[in-house]
């Protein structure tokens, strides 16, 4: 990312997270009243008048279901975790995401810490003065870059408790990193959680972060590039418990991303194959 320039795709989660609530609510993966005062004013104004909408929907139809979809699945981890006692939820890369107010909406009595970029954090604080007045005292900050910084003691000054059971959620942000930055922050997460914590995060295979030579794909990674996020790590669902079990954790769940909106609002997405899901789980380290 640009050192002084907040994240573009945020913005874009942010848009498709507006349009989403458009859907009837019998289509709608998950209710998300917040996300509103957190949209560009002409996201908000493209959203509302129901022809533009219309039209948004019909022209990315797969990206209004995506990021809603991973949300929910992010959404069941932290019930789950909370359901067996954790009150401890920390958010990376939280972008524009209003995942800490859903969790608070459910879970009043949980503390949220939320780590990103600084450049992205600040840009959320100047937008989010409502709802940070509203659940800001449950909502700690904590600025990193994840390519150089080293969060652990920011995260326990900010309040963290290693030894509490905590849940962690990293979503719509591995592919923009290096490999390297991938571990050291999966390392570094779990240095933070007691044995049996859950971690939720999304991936993509390296058939879409990868250079292919197809000029319709090489197009979409330059978009990324120019807005400072470009695609760099990539890994298949198989692959992904040989990956994550040197840095101390267990696969717990993968899905594909279509196998959830089939599970979730029963259609098809018909994202790539490969697009997906995981909750892993911090294991004894050896
Ligand atoms: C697509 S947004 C996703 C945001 C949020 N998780 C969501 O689901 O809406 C990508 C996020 O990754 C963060 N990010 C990208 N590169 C980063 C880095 N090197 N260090 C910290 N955060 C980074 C951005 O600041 C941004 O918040």
Known sequence: MHADR??????????????????????????????????????????????????????????????????????????????????????????LDTISYRTLSRHPDCVLYEVDHPATQAMKLRRAKRLAAKFGHAIRYVAADFEVDDFREKLITAGFQPNQPSVFIWMGVIYYLSEDAVKQTLSRARDLMTVGSPLALDFWPPSLTEATGDPNFEARRKTYAKMGETLKFGIEPRDLADFVRPLGYGVNQVESINALCRKYVRREMQVAEGMSAAAIVAEPRG
């Open 6 to 95: 907040s994240s573009q795709t945020a913005e874009g989660a942010t848009f498709i997270r507006t349009l989403h609530q458009q859907l009837p609510a019998a289509e709608r993966v998950l209710h998300d009243p917040w996300v509103v005062q957190l949209a560009l004013f002409g996201q908000r104004w493209m959203a509302r008048i129901p022809f533009l909408a219309r039209q948004c929907l019909r022209k990315f139809p797969r990206m209004v279901d995506y990021v809603p979809v991973r949300d929910r699945f992010g959404d069941e981890v932290i019930d789950k975790a909370v359901g067996g006692g954790t009150r401890q939820v920390v958010i990376l890369g939280a972008g």
